[in-house]
């Protein structure tokens, strides 16, 4: 049986400080079947806040895989146009968004990778104005993780089905400071408060590009464009609502210069796309664009992410996380890349974040474009960071200032 304040103390956390929902707005909360008591305490949550409304959208993926192996081919290529209306409807309204994340990491790894991505493509498309408005901050949301069991038995394989769900809340509540005291939005403002003074590092030496080296073949340039913007921890909507997009984060962020990184990139974690894994991954990079790459399992599928279009080969986050960060010190690898990528440095393929470039929210596809903005229809992180993962700031000037030695930040 799991603690009662404890699942009442996260659901807060989510919606006063996640989503950090005003008085009157609808919200939306994305949930695996599976999940369903802990949904409705987040909307009970909610409506205890003020919420307009509250919406639950149930997911099943155990359905999704049964539609994937048995639905004719040509159902991947369309997506339903009521699911499109009410994203955009809710977007519109000021809804807030919370997504529950709890998959199993490997349910799709019998399906043809060309229906996955086909599936991708088309709710990409249909999604992309409801999109586009989360990714420059119009609406508030958040994306949290909860245990299921195949996730859980994943994640402990040695140990029974019970105690690995159990486990897996430990490791979760951990990452996300609730430990029963009661105090966890205390601590997470003094959590945020500290990514804000490395964003703050970032953004005063202004960088003109990133060079990553390690002892397993790392050696990368990351071009940075002019005007780029660290963010990370708590960021601010539009209408100026501070709110915390990934529960747990770890991480500063910002977008990379599409065209100009250059060199070799070892992933130092699994990938799960698309419910398959891809591990050992390696990507060589010429003009800001893939143009060679590699992987250890899942090859066809990193392929399959690769071209899902024109911007899926070149890069829209880089991330930085220190690697003595409490994810990466449990030891566990979540198979989850919410929990995965704050556990490591990382860089994101596809779509990069408008509101990481100074006036970026209110430019349109071109004039991103024309400032070296990356755009797709997914965006896919990738871990890179390691113990001895060394990061170089190159200045405007070609003066060279550490950033990361030996897996994490230097003093700023």
């Not at 990553?212 to 464009?225: Q, R, S």
Request: charged content about 25%.
């Amino acid at each position: 049986m799991m603690n009662e304040s404890m699942l009442n103390e996260y659901a807060r956390l989510i919606v006063r400080v996640g989503v950090n929902l005003q008085k009157g707005q609808p919200a939306v909360i994305n949930a695996p079947i599976e999940c369903a008591d802990f949904a409705r305490r987040i909307a009970r949550e909610a409506f205890e806040a003020g919420a307009k409304d509250a919406v639950i959208q149930w997911g099943d993926e155990k359905f999704a895989q049964l539609r994937f192996m048995k639905a004719p081919s040509e159902a991947f290529d369309t997506f339903p146009a009521w699911r499109k209306k009410f994203c955009d409807d809710m977007a519109a309204d000021d809804a807030v968004f919370i997504s529950i994340h709890a998959e199993n990491p490997e349910i799709f790894k019998d399906v043809e990778p060309d229906r996955l991505q086909r599936s991708q493509k088309a709710a990409g498309e249909a999604l992309l104005e409801y999109r586009a408005r989360l990714m420059s901050n119009k609406n508030a949301w958040c994306v949290v993780a909860l245990p299921t069991e195949d996730w859980a038995k994943k994640v402990f394989p040695e140990k029974s089905s019970e105690d690995a769900v159990k486990a897996l809340w430990d490791a979760i509540f951990s990452t996300v400071r609730i430990d029963g005291s009661g105090d966890a939005v205390q601590k997470w403002e003094q959590h945020t408060s500290f990514l804000a003074k490395a964003a703050e590092f970032m953004n005063r030496n202004a960088f003109k590009a990133l060079h990553y080296t390690n002892a397993l073949g790392t050696d990368l340039v990351v071009g940075l464009p002019e005007g780029h913007i660290w963010a990370g921890g708590s960021e601010d909507t539009q209408s100026g609502t501070p709110f915390v997009a990934n529960m747990p984060t770890e991480e500063i962020y910002t977008l990379p210069d599409r065209e100009h990184v250059d060199g070799v990139v070892f992933a130092t974690k699994p990938l799960v796309f698309n419910g398959n894994l891809i591990e050992g991954m390696r990507l060589t990079f010429k003009g800001g664009k893939v143009t060679d790459f590699d992987a250890e399992k899942g090859k066809e599928i990193l392929e399959e992410l690769l071209t899902t279009d024109e911007g899926s080969v070149r890069l829209g986050e880089c991330a930085l996380v220190p690697f003595d960060s409490p994810i990466s010190n449990s030891g566990i690898l979540f198979y989850n890349t919410l929990f995965d990528e704050n556990a490591a440095c990382h860089l994101a393929l596809g779509k990069a974040y408008p509101t990481c470039l100074e006036g970026g929210a209110d430019m349109n596809s071109i004039e991103l474009l024309q400032h070296g903005v990356n755009d797709s229809i997914l965006h896919e992180d990738f871990m890179i960071g390691s113990k001895d993962l060394n990061i170089t700031g190159i200045t405007k000037d070609g003066r060279e200032i550490p950033v990361f030695r030996n897996g994490n930040f230097v003093d700023f």
